[in-house]
């Protein structure tokens, strides 16, 4: 099956760590995706990547980090400059044909703070 | 600038009931448009979109027109049930030629047997 893939589900991060968020698609999208959702509130781009090799920061990227060395991996790093990590995190990746782009997100993984 | 705006939730109706979710968006050129719904604990599911003005997106019983001389894309539903209760997001993309989303804040629905 074609998707989008997000791990670890749940994921845990004491102070001062770095803790690293899996995004895998085998949709062969190029453009990939990161967003943060905090509770009641909409998405903000933290990241976004649209060839491999190549990134942009997003609305929010200040204690964030990525890579794009393959098509099919985006991780993201949550590192200890993020002060306030705690929240939901979304993958996306897209497709773009005739001019336009809809965007596929994964299953998520939620970042809690010990 | 450009920016989406929906309906204050939560929404509550009873099963069966008829469903507006107001949306409407402010964007220079010819955004394309969409509706994403979000159940507990889990990521967006794409639910229907429109391309172009006129357009009518459709999926699962649930519709919206892109009405440009109105900026608005209202998701409907005839007839709701327990299952459709989540947060429902509007979204466009497309505008001054970059391909980033903008998406309003949700609209929580729940749906009462």
């Given at each position: 099956?074609?998707?989008?893939?997000?791990?670890?589900?749940?994921?845990?991060?004491?102070?001062?760590?770095?803790?690293?968020?899996?995004?895998?698609?085998?949709?062969?999208?190029?453009?990939?995706?990161?967003?943060?959702?905090?509770?009641?509130?909409?998405?903000?781009?933290?990241?976004?990547?649209?060839?491999?090799?190549?990134?942009?920061?997003?609305?929010?990227?200040?204690?964030?980090?990525?890579?794009?060395?393959?098509?099919?991996?985006?991780?993201?790093?949550?590192?200890?400059?993020?002060?306030?990590?705690?929240?939901?995190?979304?993958?996306?990746?897209?497709?773009?044909?005739?001019?336009?782009?809809?965007?596929?997100?994964?299953?998520?993984?939620?970042l809690l703070v010990? | 600038?450009?920016?989406?705006?929906?309906?204050?939730?939560?929404?509550?109706?009873?099963?069966?009931?008829?469903?507006?979710?107001?949306?409407?968006?402010?964007?220079?050129?010819?955004?394309?448009?969409?509706?994403?719904?979000?159940?507990?604990?889990?990521?967006?599911?794409?639910?229907?979109?429109?391309?172009?003005?006129?357009?009518?997106?459709?999926?699962?019983?649930?519709?919206?027109?892109?009405?440009?001389?109105?900026?608005?894309?209202?998701?409907?539903?005839?007839?709701?049930?327990?299952?459709?209760?989540?947060?429902?997001?509007?979204a466009l993309s497309?505008?001054?030629?970059?391909?980033?989303?903008?998406?309003?804040?949700?609209?929580?629905?729940?749906?009462?047997?």
């Amino acid at each position: 099956d074609g998707g989008i893939t997000q791990s670890p589900k749940y994921l845990f991060r004491k102070e001062g760590q770095n803790v690293t968020l899996s995004c895998e698609q085998n949709l062969n999208h190029d453009a990939m995706y990161w967003y943060r959702q905090d509770p009641g509130q909409g998405l903000r781009l933290i990241y976004y990547s649209q060839i491999v090799n190549d990134f942009q920061k997003g609305d929010i990227a200040e204690g964030y980090s990525v890579s794009r060395e393959k098509k099919e991996s985006f991780p993201l790093t949550v590192t200890s400059a993020q002060k306030n990590p705690t929240a939901f995190y979304l993958c996306a990746s897209s497709i773009r044909w005739q001019g336009q782009e809809t965007q596929y997100f994964g299953p998520g993984t939620r970042l809690l703070v010990l | 600038g450009n920016s989406v705006t929906q309906m204050e939730g939560p929404v509550t109706l009873s099963e069966e009931a008829f469903l507006t979710i107001n949306c409407t968006y402010t964007a220079t050129g010819y955004p394309s448009l969409f509706w994403y719904v979000q159940y507990p604990g889990e990521g967006l599911q794409l639910l229907l979109k429109a391309t172009k003005a006129d357009d009518k997106g459709s999926n699962k019983g649930f519709e919206a027109t892109y009405r440009k001389e109105t900026t608005s894309f209202h998701l409907e539903k005839g007839s709701v049930q327990v299952s459709d209760s989540a947060v429902y997001f509007c979204a466009l993309s497309g505008v001054k030629g970059t391909y980033k989303y903008i998406f309003g804040t949700g609209t929580r629905l729940k749906v009462l047997a």
